[in-house]
């Protein structure tokens, strides 16, 4: 009876996890200085071509609104004319020609006109309505910097992982061929980790080509040519959601969020325009006054004397509807019509703006979750994966078995940062959702990020 020969125990001369993560981060280390997220928006803002047109929208809304003032001021206008007049007759014989020259100066004065008050004031709605149009524009901004700057740290994350997780398949695809060789493991170990090196490769150039996509859409947004965003602190203290409390935030949102602003500032304007159709039943009143100066050169033909008739007119101009064929009825009907829809649409942006607020509250909080989860099940991992080195050696583990488990904690690691970089997101989602979205609040993710 023959003793089983045992195999020696075979070591695995893996380079530690946390060396082969900071030698691919040295590999993706940016040459030039790195930019943070506050100095990436900045730069948006200035380059940004959808927030510079809703710059200049918004310059081009102050200026209408403008407008509006005009049917409540004076206005004052000077016409002049020169004309030449033939004289011809017959008997007597006389042929004579002469000019007449005019100028008059004109002004008017609105005394009661509520159609033109409506407008001016719908003017003043107007402005508020392109601060708030204004101030979307700006929310949407900042979440859309966040959000390239979040995608290229992500895009360098996964392929830094991917790296690493290639250099640990490849020590482990060497170690399976010198056993082979020497006898002390078949060539399926050799086939497993050759077929899960190939595989990775694979995931490496996927990730190489998707992080250069995320920095051409970083670099457009920006304006800046090989921008390189700061990457997050490892550990990054989360902060809070605050307040932790959702109906505070949907409260905040009914008085500060754009886009129930622009509804209310509709409805404004549509009982406006209702004041401005019963209008047309009620009289106007103008204050009018000109000066007339009238000069012949020549005066009358038969006489040729030369005259000059100034005249001057002051007085009120009342006009009183009588009668317009039903249209100012039909004007009234149409503008309470109006004027109930811009209501119902105001309480619908009321309550898509709190399910949005309350729909990005949980989302943060689960993000949250997430997080924590993933940081145990990164440890849990790692264990798992030491285990398995050590069951490979002794011989009750098989290859196939350490590549999976080194294969779950790169995941695991991908996963954990894609799911920190979506809790910082997703507070300011929470933010824009609520309407209370400012660049301040990019100050606290910066406090998160590297020097």
Not at 249 to 275: F, K, M, T, Y
Request: glycine share 4%; with cysteine.
């Amino acid at each position: 009876m023959t003793t089983p020969q045992k195999l020696p125990l075979r070591r695995l001369p893996c380079l530690p996890l946390s060396l082969a993560i900071a030698s691919a981060l040295m590999v993706l280390a940016p040459a030039a200085q790195a930019q943070s997220l506050v100095e990436l928006y900045q730069s948006a803002r200035a380059f940004d071509a959808a927030y510079q047109s809703a710059k200049l929208q918004y310059d081009a809304n102050l200026a209408r609104a403008e407008q509006a003032k005009a049917g409540i001021l004076p206005t004052a206008g000077l016409a002049a004319g020169v004309s030449r007049t033939g004289f011809e007759n017959t008997n007597p014989a006389i042929d004579r020609s002469y000019n007449s020259q005019n100028a008059t100066l004109s002004a008017s004065q609105p005394l009661y006109r509520p159609a033109n008050w409506a407008t001016y004031a719908q003017g003043l709605k107007q402005v508020d309505l392109a601060r708030a149009q204004l101030e979307a524009a700006e929310q949407d901004l900042v979440v859309r910097t966040a959000q390239a700057y979040f995608d290229v740290l992500a895009a360098q994350d996964t392929l830094t992982f991917v790296r690493a997780q290639k250099a640990a398949v490849d020590e482990q695809l060497a170690f399976a061929k010198r056993n082979f060789e020497v006898g002390t493991s078949t060539i399926t170990d050799s086939r497993e980790a050759q077929a899960r090196f190939d595989l990775v490769t694979a995931q490496e150039i996927a990730a190489d080509n998707d992080l250069r996509v995320k920095k051409i859409a970083l670099d457009q947004l920006v304006g800046i040519t090989e921008s390189q965003p700061r990457s997050l602190l490892a550990p990054a203290a989360l902060p809070p959601v605050m307040p932790a409390d959702v109906n505070a935030w949907v409260q905040r949102s009914e008085g500060v969020h754009p886009n129930i602003r622009l509804a209310q500032g509709g409805l404004d304007i549509a009982e406006l325009e209702v004041s401005k159709a019963e209008a047309g039943h009620k009289p106007t009143l103008d204050l009018t006054a000109s000066y007339n100066v009238t000069r012949n050169p020549s005066s009358f033909a038969q006489s040729g004397v030369s005259s000059r008739t100034n005249t001057s007119n002051v007085g009120l101009l009342v006009n009183v509807p009588l009668f317009a064929g039903f249209s100012t009825q039909n004007r009234i009907r149409e503008t309470l019509s109006l004027r109930d829809k811009a209501r119902s649409d105001l309480e619908g942006a009321r309550r898509t703006v709190a399910q949005a607020t309350r729909s990005a509250y949980f989302g943060v909080l689960s993000g949250q979750g997430q997080v924590k989860a993933l940081e145990a099940a990164e440890l849990s991992s790692q264990s798992a994966l030491e285990a398995n080195k050590l069951g490979y050696q002794v011989g009750v583990r098989i290859n196939i078995d350490v590549l999976n488990a080194q294969s779950q904690l790169f995941q695991t690691k991908r996963d954990l940062a894609q799911a920190r970089y979506n809790v910082l997101l997703g507070d300011l989602r929470l933010r824009q959702a609520s309407g209370t979205l400012t660049a301040e609040d990019l100050q606290t993710i910066n406090t998160l990020l590297a020097k």
